[in-house]
């Protein structure tokens, strides 16, 4: 057997042990990554009473990963139904936004923003609370602009324009859509909330009554969970639209346009993009993530089983490669099925 020969095999044979399948987590929903240090660090919503981080030197290996609790909080104003953590690198600084509520106020969702380090990576630093990233009473939402309720808060830079956060708010109907404010990074002030994304669509306004119920195309719909998305010049947010306990839980795009990203009409709306298939329902709160090589770009979403949908314990985590058509497009393809050998992200390891 020639070496080159024996090579090509042992190439195989690696590039086929390389390969992972979804899902890559179970019972982690609302899922964000990043590769820092050599390692995949993934945080999710993780039973509402702390933050957690999974990491590992390959996709394969997250769904063994020890989880590292990063932040617990004492105050019990903030403490309970912690949500939707995402991590984020400001100024070389990590940062974790996330939402969560006074344990005896029901529905006090605030969205919040907790300062760790300038280290190597997300999970060995220490986090200290940042803010409260609500606006003062007149700028919030409701028709009275009072109303604090937020969730699902993100960061968002637009160069030329500056850096925002952007969070699932009440609109002036006390619709739940998607806003944006002007965010300080230094004294981490906020602005008055505008609304960006209102539930305008049929495929937005699936409603169901309660875990597992059967979806209604009924109430007002609800649009929440938006991240940002670059491709050279061009900004997106992603979104997700009606209720999690329905299968038509599905993703949305917002395309800026130019003018002001305070303006709803500096979006343009896309959707849906990327819905239930292949026994993943329910697939949306996602993220993305870039390769290790930093080449390509990674769609990081939850899904559950349930084909009636769902919003508990029995969502996962799946990724998959997402490319871009001819004029710029993101093409988010469909989520595929469970268990398929997929080929990891540029730059992964072999070890």
């Known amino acids: 057997m020639t070496f ?8 195989r044979v690696n590039q086929q042990a390389l390969k992972f ?11 964000s990554m990043v590769w820092a240090d050599g390692q995949y660090h993934l945080t999710y919503t993780s039973g509402g009473k702390h933050i957690e981080i999974t990491r590992a030197s ?16 004492s105050n019990s104003t903030r403490s309970a139904d912690i949500w939707a953590p995402e991590i984020h690198q400001i100024d070389d600084v990590w940062h974790i936004f996330y939402s969560s509520r006074d344990a005896n106020v029901i529905g006090s969702y605030r969205t919040r ?33 009072k109303n604090a309720y937020s969730i699902d808060g993100t960061y968002m830079e637009i160069p030329g324009k500056g850096r925002y956060h952007v969070l699932s708010m009440r609109d002036e109907n006390n619709v739940q859509s998607l806003g944006i404010t002007a965010l ?37 719909g609800l649009n929440e969970g938006p991240y940002a998305l670059y491709n050279g010049d061009d900004v997106w947010l992603s979104y997700s639209a009606s209720s999690c306990d329905t299968p038509q839980y599905a993703l949305g795009l917002l395309y800026y346009n130019g003018g002001d990203p ?21 697939t949306a709160h996602n993220s993305f993530f870039k390769s290790p090589d930093g080449t390509q770009t990674w769609n990081l979403f939850h899904a559950t089983s349930n084909s009636k949908g769902g919003c508990g314990i ?32 540029s730059g992964e390891s072999w070890i």
Request: hydrophobic letters at 30%; one cysteine or more; charged letters at 20%.
């Open 4 to 11: 080159l020969l024996r090579f090509t095999q042992i190439n």
């Open 21 to 31: 399948q979804n899902p890559l987590r179970n019972g982690t929903a609302d899922p």
């Open 58 to 73: 390959n996709l394969r290996d997250l769904a063994q990963g020890e989880p590292k609790v990063v932040w617990e909080d």
């Open 113 to 145: 923003v907790l300062r760790g380090c300038n280290g190597t990576n997300p999970t060995d630093c220490e986090y200290t609370f940042g803010a409260d990233l609500v606006p003062p009473v007149g700028k919030r939402g409701g028709p009275d602009g």
């Open 184 to 220: 300080n990074t230094t004294t981490w002030k906020v602005d008055q909330w505008h609304v960006i994304s209102r539930p305008d669509y049929e495929w937005e306004k699936y409603m169901g009554k309660g875990a597992g119920a059967q979806a209604l195309a009924v109430g007002a």
């Open 262 to 282: 305070l303006q709803e009409s500096s979006w343009n709306k896309t959707g849906p993009v990327f819905q239930s298939a292949n026994g993943n329902y329910g």
């Open 314 to 345: 029995d969502r996962y985590t799946m990724t998959q490669l997402l490319t871009f058509d001819d004029d710029g497009t993101p093409n988010l393809g469909q989520p595929q099925r469970l268990h398929t050998d997929i080929t990891p992200p």
